[in-house]
C-alpha cells in the first residue's frame, strides 16, 4: 500500500464528515422536520428551506464518513511498522 494512500482515505472521510456536521447545524429545522414526533422532537415555527431527502442524504454522509474514520484509524493502528 502506498504511503500516502491512508492518510488520503482519512482526510477525505473527516472532511465529509465536518462538513455534512456543519450543515445539519445550520440546517436544525430540517433536521427537527425530518425527524418530527420522536424522541419530542418539536418543529420550530419558522419553515426549513430544504427538504427531508436532502437531510437524509446529508445525514447518511455524516454516519458513512465517521464509520469511514473509524475504519481507517483502526486499520492504520494494526498496520505493520517497518
Known sequence: MLIW????????A??????SGIWLVLHLTA???AFEG???L???RVFPRVGRRA???VLAVF?????????????AA????H
Do not use: D, E, N, S
Not at 5 to 12: C, D, G, I, S
Not at 78 to 81: A, R, S
Open 78 to 81: 494494526t498496520l505493520p511498522i
Open 31 to 33: 433536521l427537527v422536520r
Open 63 to 75: 454516519v458513512g464518513g465517521a464509520a469511514a474514520t473509524l475504519v481507517i484509524v483502526a486499520v
Open 42 to 44: 418539536v418543529q420550530a
Open 14 to 19: 473527516v472532511v465529509a464528515t465536518m462538513v
Open 55 to 57: 437531510v437524509r442524504r
Open 38 to 40: 420522536k424522541g419530542g
Open 5 to 12: 494512500l491512508l492518510p488520503l482515505f482519512l482526510v477525505v
